[in-house]
Each structure stands twice: as structure tokens, then as C-alpha cells.
């Protein structure tokens, strides 16, 4: 197994706190996306998850995220297109959004107060987070502890 399970508030020393939209949210955002792109997406999903599941390794997986800066690419700019910017708004920016109105929520809730806060999300919400934090908040790092999700 690549991932541990999931964590129930039963099983864990932490709270919880759910950071990404409901099934509802996400429709609504998805709806908004052109009927072309969903579709597209239908077909090629499962198409991608199959190659991936039969032909993809850790390696490869390791390598596509482990290119993820904090500032985007050459290539991520360039390659934008204003035909998929729906779907960059529902797989990324909405949920970025929710994600950073939990992490304020946190954020304020301690008043000051160091706390420890653990934000397990995909590599591409990260941008969203450190600009947040530096940008925004004014943090900086002081340091930084990488998890291994997975071991090559």
C-alpha cells in the first residue's frame, strides 16, 4: 500500500479539520466548466488512470512531483489556455480557496499562539499555502519537515 489510510478523529491525536469542498461544492463548480472539457475529461480519466495503474512506477510518479516549484515553470505559463481555465478553476482554485479559508481559520483561531498546523493536500494547492503565509501573512520559514508518503 503507496498511502496510509485515511485518519479518523477517533484514531488521531490531532483534529481534523475537512479543508476541501463538499461533493455539492464541487458540482456546482464542475457544472461550470464547458460541457466539452467535461467531457473530455470523462473519456480521458479513466483512460490516463488505467496507464497509469498498468505502465506508471513510483519513479515516474516521483519525478512529475518532485518538479513542482513554488513559483510555476516556463513550461505551466506558456502552456495555459483560457479553454481550460474552467477546469483550472474547479480542480485547483476552488479547492484552493477552501483550503486557504480553513488554514485562516486555524490561523486566527490561535491568536497569536504558536500552534502546529499539518496540511495534507496534492503538491499543486502548496503555491496556493506559501503565498498565503509568505505573501500575504507575512510569514516566514523557520523550518521545514518533509513527510516520505512514499518510499521508491
Known sequence: MAQPRYPTQASCKARIVEADLSGAEFAKVWREVSLRQRTIMWLAVPVAAAYLRWFSTRETLAKAVSSLDDLQSRHETLSWSPETAGLDRAILHARDARLLERLSDEIDDAGGR?????????????????????????????RGDWLTVFRL
Open 114 to 142: 504558536p500552534r502546529d498546523v499539518a496540511i495534507v493536500y496534492g503538491a499543486a494547492h502548496m503555491r496556493a499555502v506559501l503565498k498565503e503565509l509568505t505573501q500575504r501573512r507575512k510569514y516566514h520559514v523557520a
